[in-house]
Protein backbone atom coordinates (compact mmCIF):
# COMPACT_ATOMS: atom_id res chain seq x y z
CA UNK A 1 0.00 0.00 0.00
CA UNK A 2 1.00 3.57 -1.27
CA UNK A 3 0.59 5.57 2.39
CA UNK A 4 -1.45 8.97 2.54
CA UNK A 5 1.51 9.68 4.60
CA UNK A 6 4.69 8.95 5.33
CA UNK A 7 6.62 11.20 8.03
CA UNK A 8 10.71 10.83 7.51
CA UNK A 9 12.94 10.86 10.59
CA UNK A 10 16.63 10.56 9.67
CA UNK A 11 20.05 11.22 11.10
CA UNK A 12 19.22 14.87 11.88
CA UNK A 13 16.28 14.50 14.01
CA UNK A 14 17.91 11.79 16.43
CA UNK A 15 21.48 13.66 16.84
CA UNK A 16 19.36 16.48 17.80
CA UNK A 17 17.33 14.84 20.11
CA UNK A 18 19.81 12.93 21.42
CA UNK A 19 21.51 15.97 21.69
CA UNK A 20 18.71 17.29 24.08
CA UNK A 21 17.95 14.25 25.96
CA UNK A 22 21.72 13.96 27.24
CA UNK A 23 21.49 17.83 27.88
CA UNK A 24 19.22 17.15 30.31
CA UNK A 25 17.25 20.44 29.76
CA UNK A 26 14.30 18.50 27.90
CA UNK A 27 11.51 21.49 28.72
CA UNK A 28 10.88 24.77 26.80
CA UNK A 29 14.26 26.16 26.57
CA UNK A 30 16.91 27.12 23.68
CA UNK A 31 16.28 24.39 21.14
CA UNK A 32 12.23 25.95 21.39
CA UNK A 33 13.97 29.38 20.88
CA UNK A 34 15.90 28.39 18.01
CA UNK A 35 13.30 26.72 15.96
CA UNK A 36 11.32 30.24 16.73
CA UNK A 37 14.01 32.24 15.24
CA UNK A 38 14.30 30.02 12.56
CA UNK A 39 10.96 29.61 11.56
CA UNK A 40 10.11 33.52 11.89
CA UNK A 41 12.71 33.89 9.37
CA UNK A 42 11.33 31.42 6.91
CA UNK A 43 8.21 32.70 7.23
CA UNK A 44 9.54 36.16 7.10
CA UNK A 45 8.09 37.56 10.10
CA UNK A 46 9.56 38.98 12.92
CA UNK A 47 7.95 36.95 15.43
CA UNK A 48 6.92 33.31 16.32
CA UNK A 49 5.99 31.73 19.12
CA UNK A 50 5.64 27.84 19.55
CA UNK A 51 3.13 25.71 21.01
CA UNK A 52 2.07 22.03 22.09
CA UNK A 53 -0.11 21.89 18.90
CA UNK A 54 -1.41 23.76 15.77
CA UNK A 55 -4.66 23.59 18.03
CA UNK A 56 -3.00 25.21 20.99
CA UNK A 57 -1.37 27.56 18.35
CA UNK A 58 -5.27 28.55 17.16
CA UNK A 59 -6.82 28.85 20.67
CA UNK A 60 -2.90 31.24 21.73
CA UNK A 61 -3.62 33.78 18.87
CA UNK A 62 -7.77 33.98 19.00
CA UNK A 63 -7.00 34.77 23.16
CA UNK A 64 -4.02 36.91 22.27
CA UNK A 65 -6.06 38.92 19.97
CA UNK A 66 -8.79 39.65 22.79
CA UNK A 67 -11.51 37.18 21.06
CA UNK A 68 -13.96 36.22 23.70
CA UNK A 69 -17.75 35.87 24.83
CA UNK A 70 -20.17 37.36 23.17
CA UNK A 71 -17.83 38.06 20.46
CA UNK A 72 -18.34 36.49 16.67
CA UNK A 73 -15.54 35.03 14.29
CA UNK A 74 -16.03 34.16 10.40
CA UNK A 75 -14.14 31.17 9.52
CA UNK A 76 -15.19 28.33 7.08
CA UNK A 77 -16.74 24.60 7.77
CA UNK A 78 -14.98 22.92 5.19
CA UNK A 79 -12.09 22.50 7.63
CA UNK A 80 -10.57 20.07 10.40
CA UNK A 81 -12.77 20.72 13.36
CA UNK A 82 -10.15 22.61 15.55
CA UNK A 83 -10.43 25.94 13.65
CA UNK A 84 -14.17 26.27 14.99
CA UNK A 85 -13.06 24.21 18.32
CA UNK A 86 -10.92 26.92 19.35
CA UNK A 87 -13.01 29.57 18.61
CA UNK A 88 -15.66 27.72 20.81
CA UNK A 89 -12.73 27.54 23.52
CA UNK A 90 -12.57 31.16 23.54
CA UNK A 91 -15.86 31.53 24.05
CA UNK A 92 -17.11 33.01 21.09
CA UNK A 93 -19.04 32.20 17.98
CA UNK A 94 -17.88 30.62 14.71
CA UNK A 95 -19.79 32.06 11.76
CA UNK A 96 -19.27 29.84 8.84
CA UNK A 97 -19.50 31.02 5.47
CA UNK A 98 -19.09 29.13 2.52
CA UNK A 99 -15.68 28.76 0.57
CA UNK A 100 -14.54 29.06 -3.60
CA UNK A 101 -15.69 25.78 -5.43
CA UNK A 102 -12.04 25.80 -7.36
CA UNK A 103 -9.24 26.44 -4.32
CA UNK A 104 -11.70 24.81 -1.82
CA UNK A 105 -10.80 28.49 0.90
CA UNK A 106 -13.40 30.89 2.27
CA UNK A 107 -15.00 32.99 -0.44
CA UNK A 108 -13.93 36.70 0.37
CA UNK A 109 -17.80 37.83 -1.42
CA UNK A 110 -19.45 36.19 1.52
CA UNK A 111 -17.92 38.27 3.98
CA UNK A 112 -18.81 41.45 4.17
CA UNK A 113 -22.91 40.17 4.42
CA UNK A 114 -21.49 37.79 7.72
CA UNK A 115 -19.91 41.11 9.47
CA UNK A 116 -22.84 41.78 12.32
CA UNK A 117 -21.85 44.58 15.31
CA UNK A 118 -20.03 41.51 17.01
CA UNK A 119 -17.77 40.63 14.94
CA UNK A 120 -14.50 40.84 15.94
CA UNK A 121 -12.29 37.81 13.80
CA UNK A 122 -11.76 36.50 10.88
CA UNK A 123 -10.26 33.05 10.79
CA UNK A 124 -9.21 31.54 7.09
CA UNK A 125 -8.07 28.69 6.36
CA UNK A 126 -5.02 28.08 4.07
CA UNK A 127 -6.21 24.28 3.10
CA UNK A 128 -4.05 21.46 1.22
CA UNK A 129 -1.22 23.80 1.17
CA UNK A 130 -2.95 26.81 -0.41
CA UNK A 131 -3.09 30.41 0.80
CA UNK A 132 -6.81 31.56 1.28
CA UNK A 133 -7.59 34.57 -0.80
CA UNK A 134 -5.30 36.37 2.14
CA UNK A 135 -5.49 39.74 0.08
CA UNK A 136 -8.50 39.93 -0.37
CA UNK A 137 -9.61 39.18 2.93
CA UNK A 138 -7.12 41.17 4.81
CA UNK A 139 -8.56 43.91 2.98
CA UNK A 140 -11.90 44.06 4.43
CA UNK A 141 -10.44 42.95 8.01
CA UNK A 142 -8.78 46.21 7.54
CA UNK A 143 -11.69 47.93 6.32
CA UNK A 144 -13.91 46.52 9.58
CA UNK A 145 -11.01 46.71 12.24
CA UNK A 146 -11.26 42.99 12.33
CA UNK A 147 -8.22 40.66 13.95
CA UNK A 148 -6.98 38.72 10.87
CA UNK A 149 -6.07 35.19 12.51
CA UNK A 150 -4.95 32.93 9.85
CA UNK A 151 -5.33 28.84 10.39
CA UNK A 152 -1.81 27.98 8.21
CA UNK A 153 -1.93 24.20 9.72
CA UNK A 154 -1.63 22.98 6.20
CA UNK A 155 0.32 25.65 4.34
CA UNK A 156 4.11 25.90 5.69
CA UNK A 157 5.77 27.90 3.36
CA UNK A 158 2.71 28.61 0.62
CA UNK A 159 2.76 31.95 -1.14
CA UNK A 160 0.26 34.27 -2.34
CA UNK A 161 1.06 37.58 -3.80
CA UNK A 162 4.68 37.54 -2.64
CA UNK A 163 3.77 36.92 0.50
CA UNK A 164 4.16 33.29 2.62
CA UNK A 165 1.09 32.10 4.92
CA UNK A 166 1.55 33.41 8.14
CA UNK A 167 2.53 36.75 7.38
CA UNK A 168 -1.11 38.23 8.18
CA UNK A 169 -2.39 38.92 11.00
CA UNK A 170 -1.63 35.86 13.36
CA UNK A 171 -0.73 32.87 11.47
CA UNK A 172 -1.31 29.43 13.13
CA UNK A 173 0.95 26.74 11.93
CA UNK A 174 0.93 22.91 12.95
CA UNK A 175 3.61 20.38 13.34
CA UNK A 176 1.58 17.03 13.47
CA UNK A 177 2.85 14.39 11.47
CA UNK A 178 1.74 13.80 8.30
CA UNK A 179 1.95 17.74 8.02
CA UNK A 180 4.77 19.71 5.46
CA UNK A 181 7.28 19.61 8.16
CA UNK A 182 7.04 17.84 11.85
CA UNK A 183 8.18 18.02 15.43
CA UNK A 184 5.80 14.72 16.21
CA UNK A 185 3.08 17.22 18.01
CA UNK A 186 3.72 21.20 18.07
CA UNK A 187 2.74 24.61 16.80
CA UNK A 188 3.71 27.88 15.86
CA UNK A 189 2.09 31.56 16.05
CA UNK A 190 3.84 34.06 13.93
CA UNK A 191 2.80 37.66 13.36
CA UNK A 192 4.65 41.06 12.81
CA UNK A 193 2.88 42.35 15.79
CA UNK A 194 5.28 43.15 18.70
CA UNK A 195 2.21 43.17 21.01
CA UNK A 196 0.11 40.13 19.99
CA UNK A 197 3.63 38.24 20.32
CA UNK A 198 3.88 39.27 24.12
CA UNK A 199 0.33 38.57 25.05
CA UNK A 200 1.00 35.39 22.95
CA UNK A 201 3.98 34.78 25.07
CA UNK A 202 2.30 35.59 28.33
CA UNK A 203 -0.78 33.64 27.98
CA UNK A 204 1.39 30.32 27.16
CA UNK A 205 3.22 30.09 30.48
CA UNK A 206 0.56 30.86 32.67
CA UNK A 207 0.64 34.88 32.54
CA UNK A 208 4.15 34.73 34.10
CA UNK A 209 7.23 36.96 32.83
CA UNK A 210 8.83 36.79 36.18
CA UNK A 211 8.97 33.32 37.47
CA UNK A 212 5.58 32.64 39.88
CA UNK A 213 4.65 36.38 39.15
CA UNK A 214 1.08 35.87 37.24
CA UNK A 215 0.27 38.85 35.03
CA UNK A 216 -2.95 37.44 34.00
CA UNK A 217 -4.41 33.88 33.76
CA UNK A 218 -2.76 31.58 31.10
CA UNK A 219 -2.12 28.32 30.24
CA UNK A 220 0.23 25.37 29.50
CA UNK A 221 0.27 25.91 25.89
CA UNK A 222 4.73 25.38 26.27
CA UNK A 223 6.46 23.05 23.69
CA UNK A 224 9.21 21.16 24.39
CA UNK A 225 13.12 21.38 23.30
CA UNK A 226 13.04 17.69 22.53
CA UNK A 227 9.81 18.61 20.29
CA UNK A 228 11.98 22.05 18.82
CA UNK A 229 14.77 19.17 18.19
CA UNK A 230 12.92 17.33 15.65
CA UNK A 231 11.22 20.58 14.15
CA UNK A 232 14.48 21.97 13.56
CA UNK A 233 16.08 19.41 11.30
CA UNK A 234 12.32 19.26 9.98
CA UNK A 235 12.59 22.90 9.46
CA UNK A 236 15.72 22.63 7.39
CA UNK A 237 14.27 19.66 4.83
CA UNK A 238 11.33 22.33 4.44
CA UNK A 239 11.89 23.65 1.36
CA UNK A 240 13.58 21.18 -0.38
CA UNK A 241 10.29 18.64 0.50
CA UNK A 242 8.00 21.41 -0.87
CA UNK A 243 10.26 20.83 -3.85
CA UNK A 244 8.97 17.52 -4.17
CA UNK A 245 5.59 17.75 -3.46
CA UNK A 246 5.55 20.29 -6.15
CA UNK A 247 6.89 18.18 -8.52
CA UNK A 248 4.85 15.39 -8.08
CA UNK A 249 1.51 17.50 -8.24
CA UNK A 250 2.74 18.60 -11.61
CA UNK A 251 2.85 15.23 -12.53
CA UNK A 252 -0.52 14.72 -11.48
CA UNK A 253 -1.68 17.98 -12.71
CA UNK A 254 -0.46 16.94 -16.63
CA UNK A 255 -1.50 12.89 -16.57
CA UNK A 256 -4.69 12.40 -14.55
CA UNK A 257 -7.91 12.20 -16.54
CA UNK A 258 -11.68 12.41 -15.44
CA UNK A 259 -11.03 13.64 -12.33
CA UNK A 260 -11.30 17.76 -11.13
CA UNK A 261 -7.89 18.30 -10.30
CA UNK A 262 -6.24 21.49 -7.89
CA UNK A 263 -6.86 24.74 -9.10
CA UNK A 264 -4.12 27.56 -8.07
CA UNK A 265 -4.63 30.67 -7.40
CA UNK A 266 -2.95 32.99 -9.40
CA UNK A 267 0.19 34.50 -7.82
CA UNK A 268 0.48 31.81 -5.16
CA UNK A 269 2.43 29.03 -4.60
CA UNK A 270 0.87 25.75 -3.55
CA UNK A 271 2.83 23.35 -1.29
CA UNK A 272 0.74 20.59 -1.58
CA UNK A 273 -0.03 19.26 1.77
CA UNK A 274 -2.33 17.35 0.07
CA UNK A 275 -3.02 16.66 -3.54
CA UNK A 276 -6.76 16.62 -3.87
CA UNK A 277 -9.13 15.97 -6.74
CA UNK A 278 -12.77 15.57 -7.09
CA UNK A 279 -14.45 12.22 -8.21
CA UNK A 280 -17.51 10.73 -8.82
CA UNK A 281 -19.02 8.23 -6.31
CA UNK A 282 -16.43 9.34 -4.18
CA UNK A 283 -16.10 6.53 -1.24
CA UNK A 284 -16.93 3.57 -4.29
CA UNK A 285 -13.58 5.63 -5.59
CA UNK A 286 -11.44 5.40 -2.33
CA UNK A 287 -12.03 1.77 -1.95
CA UNK A 288 -10.90 0.60 -5.97
CA UNK A 289 -7.96 2.93 -5.17
CA UNK A 290 -7.01 1.37 -2.32
CA UNK A 291 -7.83 -2.26 -3.43
CA UNK A 292 -4.90 -1.26 -6.29
CA UNK A 293 -2.69 -0.15 -2.98
CA UNK A 294 -3.15 3.42 -3.31
CA UNK A 295 -3.82 4.86 -0.15
CA UNK A 296 -6.45 8.10 0.41
CA UNK A 297 -7.38 10.59 3.07
CA UNK A 298 -11.38 12.34 2.88
CA UNK A 299 -10.61 15.91 4.23
CA UNK A 300 -13.10 16.00 5.58
CA UNK A 301 -16.43 13.98 5.14
CA UNK A 302 -18.27 15.78 7.67
CA UNK A 303 -18.08 19.90 7.65
CA UNK A 304 -17.63 21.50 11.53
CA UNK A 305 -21.33 22.63 11.03
CA UNK A 306 -22.29 19.48 10.70
CA UNK A 307 -20.70 17.59 13.54
CA UNK A 308 -22.59 16.32 16.58
CA UNK A 309 -20.13 17.95 19.05
CA UNK A 310 -21.78 21.52 17.38
CA UNK A 311 -24.99 20.13 17.85
CA UNK A 312 -27.44 22.37 19.71
CA UNK A 313 -24.94 25.46 18.99
CA UNK A 314 -27.54 26.87 16.49
CA UNK A 315 -26.36 25.70 13.16
CA UNK A 316 -29.04 23.29 12.40
CA UNK A 317 -30.96 25.63 9.86
CA UNK A 318 -27.28 26.45 8.07
CA UNK A 319 -26.98 25.64 4.68
CA UNK A 320 -23.41 26.19 2.91
CA UNK A 321 -24.06 24.74 -0.61
CA UNK A 322 -20.60 24.41 -1.99
CA UNK A 323 -19.11 23.11 1.64
CA UNK A 324 -21.40 20.28 1.47
CA UNK A 325 -20.88 19.65 -2.33
CA UNK A 326 -17.02 19.29 -2.28
CA UNK A 327 -17.62 17.03 1.21
CA UNK A 328 -19.15 14.45 -1.11
CA UNK A 329 -16.49 14.36 -3.75
CA UNK A 330 -12.76 15.03 -2.06
CA UNK A 331 -10.32 12.75 -2.33
CA UNK A 332 -6.40 13.09 -1.69
CA UNK A 333 -3.93 11.00 -2.59
CA UNK A 334 -0.51 10.30 -1.62
CA UNK A 335 1.86 13.49 -2.90
CA UNK A 336 4.09 13.30 0.13
CA UNK A 337 7.85 13.73 -0.65
CA UNK A 338 9.20 10.60 0.14
CA UNK A 339 7.33 9.34 -2.97
CA UNK A 340 9.46 7.06 -5.60
CA UNK A 341 9.01 8.02 -9.00
CA UNK A 342 7.13 4.27 -9.40
CA UNK A 343 5.17 4.90 -6.92
CA UNK A 344 3.68 8.40 -8.77
CA UNK A 345 3.39 5.89 -11.56
CA UNK A 346 1.44 3.86 -9.40
CA UNK A 347 -1.03 6.28 -8.30
CA UNK A 348 -1.55 8.14 -11.49
CA UNK A 349 -2.28 4.54 -13.33
CA UNK A 350 -4.29 3.39 -10.69
CA UNK A 351 -6.77 6.78 -10.46
CA UNK A 352 -6.94 6.96 -13.91
CA UNK A 353 -8.23 3.35 -14.17
CA UNK A 354 -10.42 3.92 -11.36
CA UNK A 355 -12.03 7.24 -13.44
CA UNK A 356 -12.19 5.13 -16.23
CA UNK A 357 -14.45 2.23 -14.45
CA UNK A 358 -16.99 4.93 -12.51
CA UNK A 359 -17.00 7.83 -15.24
CA UNK A 360 -15.87 10.63 -15.04
CA UNK A 361 -16.93 14.26 -13.45
CA UNK A 362 -18.52 16.83 -14.65
CA UNK A 363 -16.37 20.31 -14.46
CA UNK A 364 -18.73 21.65 -12.20
CA UNK A 365 -16.62 24.98 -12.58
CA UNK A 366 -16.04 26.79 -16.10
CA UNK A 367 -12.61 26.57 -17.67
C1 LIG B 1 -3.72 19.86 11.68
C2 LIG B 1 -4.67 20.99 11.68
C3 LIG B 1 -4.98 21.71 12.83
C4 LIG B 1 -4.58 21.29 14.21
O1 LIG B 1 -3.25 21.03 14.39
P1 LIG B 1 -2.78 19.99 15.53
O2 LIG B 1 -1.31 20.17 15.53
O3 LIG B 1 -3.21 18.63 15.09
O4 LIG B 1 -3.42 20.39 16.81
C5 LIG B 1 -5.80 22.82 12.71
N1 LIG B 1 -6.31 23.20 11.54
C6 LIG B 1 -6.07 22.52 10.40
C7 LIG B 1 -6.66 23.00 9.11
C8 LIG B 1 -5.25 21.38 10.43
O5 LIG B 1 -5.01 20.70 9.32
Given at each position: MIPIARPQMGDEEKELVWEVLSSGSLAQGAKVRALEERFAAFIGVPHAVATSSGTTALHLALLASGIGPGDEVLTVSFTFIASASTILFSGARPVFVDVEEPTFTMDPGLLEAAITERT????PVSLYGQPADMQAIGAIADRHGLALIEDAAQ???AEVGGRRSGTWGAGCFSFYPTKNMTSAEGGMVTTADPELAEQARLLREHGMRVRYQHDLLGYNFRMTDVHAAIGLAQLAKLPANNARRMEIARRYDAELRGVITPTVRPGAVHVYHQYTIRVVRRDEFAERLRERDVGTGIYYPIPAHRQEALRGLGYEGLHLPVTELLTEQVVSIPVHPSLSDDEVATVIEAVN?????????????PA
Open positions: RAILSHGAVADELGPIEAAV
